[in-house]
């Protein structure tokens, strides 16, 4: 079996099984070091626009990779602070989604071998433009 092929293994694999950008793994990742955090210590520690986070932290919250907490203030006013998900809730999204896309892959395989040779190369070649 080949082995995955790219800069970080780890992170491009959990990237691929979540289906979430390299910067989404980033925002993750900071928020296991800092647990839990708000929007404006993100936008301090990775150096990005308001908006480019909160996007992220967004998708990571449909996703059901991260949490967020309403927290009131002393001063007056709220803030959302966010954390991730605990690990074995992580483990298990990321096993299904790979479950899944091998199934979805079986299936293709599946299909494919009811073709013919023409078929396949049709499908496969792709003319250039």
Same mark, same amino acid.
């Given at each position: 079996?080949? !082995?995955?092929?790219?800069?970080?293994?780890?992170?491009?694999?959990?990237?691929?099984?979540?289906?979430?950008?390299?910067?989404?793994?980033?925002?993750?990742?900071?928020? +296991?070091?800092?647990?839990?955090?708000?929007?404006?210590?993100?936008? !301090?520690?990775?150096?990005?626009?308001?908006?480019?986070? *909160?996007?992220?932290?967004?998708?990571?919250?449909? #996703?059901? +990779?991260?949490?967020? !907490?309403?927290?009131? =203030?002393?001063?007056?006013?709220?803030? *959302?602070? *966010?954390?991730?998900?605990?690990?074995?809730?992580?483990?298990?999204?990321?096993?299904?989604?790979?479950?899944?896309?091998?199934?979805? =892959?079986?299936?293709?395989? !599946?299909?494919?071998?009811?073709?013919? #040779?023409?078929?396949?190369?049709?499908? +496969?070649?792709?003319?250039?433009?």
């Amino acid at each position: 079996m080949s !082995e995955f092929r790219c800069e970080s293994q780890l992170k491009c694999t959990l990237k691929c099984a979540l289906d979430i950008s390299c910067f989404d793994m980033d925002v993750y990742a900071v928020l +296991l070091k800092n647990n839990p955090a708000s929007v404006e210590e993100l936008v !301090e520690i990775l150096q990005k626009d308001r908006s480019t986070v *909160y996007k992220s932290l967004q998708n990571l919250l449909e #996703k059901g +990779l991260v949490e967020r !907490e309403y927290r009131i =203030l002393r001063g007056g006013g709220y803030k *959302y602070l *966010y954390k991730p998900i605990p690990f074995e809730k992580f483990k298990e999204e990321i096993l299904k989604n790979i479950k899944e896309w091998a199934n979805k =892959l079986i299936d293709a395989l !599946e299909e494919i071998e009811k073709l013919s #040779k023409e078929e396949i190369e049709d499908l +496969l070649i792709t003319p250039r433009t």
